[in-house]
């Protein structure tokens, strides 16, 4: 006759090792854990740029907040820097993913677009090389953009688009609107892309915000949506500086319900005596400013 053998009672000694040993791994995890998200968070705050640029008439200012939570840090980025001519150059842009590899892969798109700017007017061009230049990397990553160059001595700004968000602007006189720029591809994805480039005339007293999808989407507002409500904000602090703006566009990004990274780049802009009579805000040539009512 056999007997079933009864199973050997877990011991008190046993049940503390099993749980020495599983908190040790999960202790090791979080160690882990939180060094990713430090070198992110590093490698985020190293890249963006300390200062940015400032003339008599032309103010700039950037915000950026990361995600809300773990490694959701490091896709959104922003720049600006002074050209060799005089010339002011400033971009915003947004990698594919949310961490390390994101941090390191707007490192270069940075990097890659001032080396570039510094060599070439053309802010489509400029776009096309930085594309070019990433894929010859071959990091499998893409980022869309938005590069501007200002000539402070015309007050022209020249720009060119790869996917990303369209600017709001408004001037003081209450008139405002969305950009509506052709542009490419987003960096990153086709060797040999074009970018339109749109020219302005900055010859109104108001400003023009650039921005990432995390400051106007999200899970309960649609980008429609939230263009139309930072329009709105800007619209009505038109005449504010760029630091108050950017924290005014910054903090609507709150309302999107998202747990992205959010990133806004302000241009205050005041040429004084260059206003001229019955202007709808910046004149546009090469691409369109869909002008909204206040």
């Known amino acids: 006759m056999n007997r079933r053998r009864t199973p050997r009672s877990v011991s008190a000694e046993d049940l503390l090792t099993t749980l020495q040993s599983l908190t040790a791994r999960a202790r090791r995890e979080v160690e882990f854990h939180q060094a990713r998200v430090e ?22 200012a950037a915000r950026y907040a990361p995600a809300r939570d773990g ?15 005089g010339a002011l150059g400033f971009a915003i842009g947004d990698v594919q993913g949310h961490d390390v ?7 270069q798109v940075r990097i890659a677009m001032r080396a570039i700017a510094g060599t070439v007017s053309d ?24 590069f501007l160059r200002l000539d402070p001595q015309t007050w022209e700004l020249h720009s060119a688009r790869a996917g990303h968000v369209p600017c709001v602007w408004a001037s003081v006189d209450g008139r405002s609107g969305i950009t509506e720029d052709p542009g490419g591809l987003p960096l990153g994805i086709q060797t040999g892309e074009r970018y339109p480039v749109t020219r302005r005339t900055l010859d109104t007293d108001g400003a023009i915000v650039l921005l990432t999808d995390g400051v106007v ?38 309302l999107t319900g998202h747990e992205d990274d959010a990133a806004v780049l302000v241009l ?27």
Do not use: K
């Open 101 to 107: 590899e994101a941090a390191a892969f707007m490192g």
């Open 268 to 294: 205050r802009h005041a040429p004084a005596g260059r206003v001229d009579a019955g202007t709808a805000g910046p004149r546009v040539t090469g691409g369109r400013l869909r002008e909204v009512g206040v």
């Open 71 to 85: 490694l959701d840090i490091g896709g959104d980025w922003y720049d600006g820097f002074a050209l060799a001519d």
């Open 217 to 254: 989407e999200g899970p309960s507002l649609l980008i429609e949506d939230g263009l139309d409500r930072v329009r709105q904000l800007v619209a009505a602090h038109a005449g504010a500086s760029a630091d108050e703006l950017a924290d005014g566009v910054l903090g609507a990004a709150e």
């Open 39 to 60: 070198l992110a968070q590093a490698l985020q705050r190293d890249m963006l740029p300390a200062t940015l640029p400032a003339l008599p008439g032309i103010q700039s």
């Open 123 to 146: 802010p489509g061009e400029v776009m096309g090389r930085t594309n070019d230049l990433l894929l010859s990397v071959d990091s499998g990553l893409f980022a869309t953009c938005t």
